[in-house]
C-alpha cells in the first residue's frame, strides 16, 4: 500500500541510520551559531514593533490605517491573502507530494508544514484587526447568544472562517502527528534531565511498535487526504471573498483556480528560500540534494505558466465581456495608470523571471534559486495588492475614486508577521528534528550512493 | 522481577524480517516489533490491521456530512431564518461548510481514535523500552510464558542464525 519504486538519490552519502539521526539532530545537539542569535534579535525585534502597532490599533483604532470609503481592504487584506497563500505551501508540498507517492518529500516536508503553521497565524492575524473591535471577534462563530441570531452562512466571509480554523487545525495536527516519533527520537537521545522530561510530555508515550505504526500510518494518510482537498477549499474560498462580490476586476470565475495556483507557487517559492537557508547553514546537503532543489524549480517553471496564462486571460475575458468597468481596470488601472507600476512588477516577477528555471544552469544554482524565489515572494504580494487596491480606488463612481497609501501602522504590523514568521521559523529550527527522521529512514536503503 | 520476553536485537531491518519468518515457520508467536521508523513487511507479517479508516468515514458521513447539516439546518431554517434578499434559507451555499466542516469533524475525531486506541497523549508512559529503537535498533518480542527452556534456547539460536546482533531478556 505504502510501497512504491523510488526514483534517483534522495540521500547521499551511504548514511547509516544512525547517521541520519545523529545529522538531523546536530542542529539541537550543539551550540546554535551567531547568525541564529543574530536572525533571533531582528525577529524579535520586527515582532515587539507589530505588536505594539496591533496595540495601537487596538487603542485607538483603525484610524491609523489608511484605509478609506473606497479602499476599505487595505494592506491588512493583501497581507492576510499572502500569508495564506505562503500558507499553503506546507500542506501543498506535503500532502499533494503524499498523496502522490512522491518519497523525495521526506527531507523537506516537515520544515514546510512548519512554515504552513507559522504562516497560516500570521494570517489570521490579519481579519481579526481588520474587524476593528477585536474584543467582539468572537462574534463571527456560530454560538447560542442572548441576541437569537445565528451567523450568515451565505457569506464567502464566513466560510474563510471556517476554513481558516480548520486549515489550521488540520496542518498543525499533520505536523505534529508527523513529528511524534521523531520527538521520541529526541527524548531517547537527551542526556538534560529536563530536556528529557519535555520531550517525553511531547512524545506522548511513542515507542515505535508495530500496531502503532500501523495505526500512525493510517492515520496519516487519512489526515493527510483529507488536508488535500482542504488546502484547494481554503483559497477558493479566500477567492471568493472578492469573486462573489460585483466589483470589476473581482467578479469573475477564474478566481479559485487561480488563487489556488497563486498560493501553490508563493508557497513552493518560501519553501525554496527556506530549505536553501537550512541546507548551507546546517550543512544538510546530503538530504537537500541538488536534485531536490531542481525538481522544486521544475514545478516553479509549471505553475509560473499557469500564472502567466491566468493572467492572460483575466484581462482577455475583460476585453471580450465589452463590460467597460471591467476593461476600465485592467486597461487603464492596472496594465496602464496609477497601478502600472504594481502591474507590470507582478508579470515579471511571477509569470517572466521564473522562466529562466528553463536553463539546467539557473536552475542547478543556489544563488539564482534564493534570488528568484524571493523575487516571486515579492511579485506575488504585488498580485495581492493589484487585486484588492486598483479595483477598490476605483469603483463605478469617479467621485469615489481615491488613492491609497499604507501608514506606517500597517507596514509596522506587517512587518510584525514577518517577525512571528521568522520567531517562529528559528525556533523550529532549534527545537524541533528539521526534517522527519523516520520518514529519511524509511526510503534511505533504497536510495542513497556514495 | 522474572523476565517475561525474549528479545532479538538487530541492525538491519532486511535481517529482522527474515527472523520474523523463520520464529514464526517455527511456530512462536511474536508479541511484539519494536522499529524506529514503519516498515510495511511487518504489518503484513504480523498480520496487523486497522479500522481506524473505517472509522474515519463513519465520522465523516454522521458527524460531519449529517451532522453539520443537521446544525446548519436548525439554526438557519428553524431556529431564526435570516431574510437575505427574500432568498430560500435552505440553500445550495451550505455545501461549502458542509465540505469544510466534514473534513474538520472527521480530522478532529480520527486524531482522538488514534491517540486513545494507542493509549498516546501528552506525558503517557513508555509502555517499553530499550537503548536505541527510536534510533537505529530493530527488536523482535516473543512472549517467554509457556516456553520450555529448551525453547527459549532454540527461540535464541534461530534469531541469532538469522543476524540477531544480541538476545536479550526483559
Known amino acids: 500500500m505504502y510501497n512504491k519504486e523510488v526514483r534517483g ?48 490599533t487596538i487603542y485607538k483604532g483603525i484610524g491609523l490605517w489608511g484605509n478609506n470609503n473606497s479602499v476599505a481592504w487595505g494592506w491588512a487584506i493583501i497581507n492576510f491573502v499572502w500569508w495564506i497563500g505562503i500558507g499553503h505551501a506546507g500542506t501543498a508540498f506535503s500532502i499533494f507530494l503524499l498523496v502522490l507517492r512522491q518519497k523525495w518529500r521526506t527531507s523537506i516536508n516537515r520544515a514546510a508544514e512548519a512554515m504552513t503553521v507559522f504562516a497560516v497565524l500570521a494570517a489570521g492575524l490579519f481579519p481579526m484587526i481588520h474587524m476593528g473591535r477585536i ?58 534531565k529536563i ?119 483575466e484581462i482577455f475575458i475583460a476585453w471580450f465581456s465589452g463590460s467597460e468597468g471591467e476593461m476600465y481596470t485592467f486597461f487603464h488601472n492596472r496594465i496602464t495608470g496609477d497601478y502600472a507600476v504594481q502591474f507590470w512588477t507582478m508579470v515579471t516577477c511571477n509569470a517572466i523571471i521564473p522562466q529562466l528555471f528553463w536553463f539546467k544552469k539557473v536552475r ?69 528534528p528539521m526534517m522527519a527522521m523516520n520518514e529519511l529512514k524509511m526510503v534511505n536503503k533504497e536510495t542513497s550512493r556514495d | 522481577m522474572e523476565n517475561k520476553r525474549l528479545i532479538g536485537v538487530y541492525d538491519d531491518e532486511k535481517k529482522m524480517l527474515s527472523s520474523i519468518d523463520s520464529v514464526q515457520q517455527n511456530g512462536y508467536k511474536i508479541a511484539d516489533v519494536i522499529t524506529p521508523f514503519a516498515i510495511e513487511e511487518v504489518f503484513e507479517k504480523l498480520k496487523l490491521k486497522s479500522r481506524i479508516n473505517v472509522a474515519a468515514f463513519l465520522y465523516g458521513l454522521f458527524g460531519g456530512v449529517i451532522g453539520v447539516f443537521l446544525f446548519l439546518y436548525y439554526t438557519f431554517v428553524i431556529d431564526y431564518p435570516l431574510n437575505i434578499g427574500g432568498k430560500p434559507s435552505l440553500t445550495l451555499t451550505f455545501v461549502v461548510i458542509i465540505f469544510v466542516g466534514t473534513i474538520l469533524v472527521t480530522v478532529l475525531f480520527t486524531l482522538l481514535t488514534f491517540f486513545i486506541r494507542d493509549k498516546k497523549g501528552p506525558g503517557a508512559k513508555e509502555h517499553f523500552q530499550y537503548p536505541g529503537i527510536t534510533d537505529d535498533t530493530f527488536l523482535i518480542l516473543v512472549d517467554k510464558s509457556g516456553l520450555s527452556e529448551s525453547d527459549v534456547k532454540g527461540l535464541s539460536k534461530i534469531m541469532t542464525d538469522n543476524g540477531a546482533i544480541k538476545i536479550d531478556e526483559k
Do not use: C
Request: glycine share 6%; aromatic share 18%; hydrophobic share 55%.
Open chain 1, 195 to 313: 530536556k528529557k522530561q519535555i520531550y517525553h510530555l511531547m512524545s506522548f508515550g511513542w515507542v515505535g511498535s508495530a500496531k502503532s505504526w500501523l495505526r500512525f500510518e493510517v492515520t496519516a494518510v487519512i489526515v493527510g487526504g483529507l488536508a488535500a482537498p482542504l488546502v484547494i477549499a481554503v483559497h477558493s474560498i479566500v477567492s471568493m471573498d472578492f469573486a462573489t462580490s460585483v466589483f470589476s476586476g473581482w467578479h469573475t470565475t477564474i478566481f479559485p483556480p487561480y488563487f489556488v495556483v497563486g498560493a501553490i507557487f508563493s508557497g513552493f517559492a518560501m519553501v525554496l528560500t527556506l530549505m536553501i537557508i537550512i541546507r548551507k547553514e546546517f550543512k544538510l546537503q546530503d538530504f537537500v540534494t541538488d536534485s531536490h532543489l531542481e525538481a522544486i524549480g521544475k514545478i516553479l517553471i509549471f505553475v509560473s505558466l499557469i500564472m502567466g496564462s491566468s493572467y492572460a486571460t
Open chain 1, 364 to 432: 542547478t544554482n543556489l544563488t539564482w534559486l534564493f534570488i528568484i524565489s524571493i523575487i516571486i515572494n515579492i511579485g506575488m504580494w504585488f498580485e495581492r495588492f493589484n487585486i484588492v487596491i486598483t479595483s477598490l480606488s476605483k469603483d463605478f463612481l469617479p467621485a469615489n475614486w481615491v488613492e491609497y497609501h499604507a501608514t506606517t501602522t500597517e507596514v509596522l504590523i506587517y512587518l510584525g508577521t514577518l517577525g512571528l514568521f521568522i520567531v517562529g521559523v528559528l525556533l523550529f529550527m532549534r527545537f524541533i
Open chain 1, 9 to 56: 538519490i534522495l540521500i547521499q552519502g551511504n548514511k547509516s541510520y544512525g547517521d541520519i539521526t545523529r545529522e538531523v539532530l546536530a542542529s539541537q545537539e550543539t551550540k546554535a551559531p551567531l547568525w541564529w542569535y543574530a536572525a533571533m534579535f531582528v525577529g524579535s525585534v520586527m515582532f515587539l514593533a507589530g505588536i505594539w502597532a496591533i496595540g495601537m
Open chain 1, 135 to 192: 474584543w467582539d471577534a468572537f462574534f463571527i462563530f456560530p454560538y447560542p447568544n442572548t441576541r437569537g441570531l445565528w451567523v450568515n452562512y451565505n457569506s464567502p466571509l464566513f466560510w474563510d472562517v471556517v476554513a481558516i480554523s480548520t486549515y489550521l487545525f488540520t496542518s498543525a495536527a499533520f505536523w505534529y502527528l508527523g513529528m511524534i516519533p521523531d520527538l521520541a527520537t529526541v527524548r531517547d537521545r537527551s542526556k538534560s
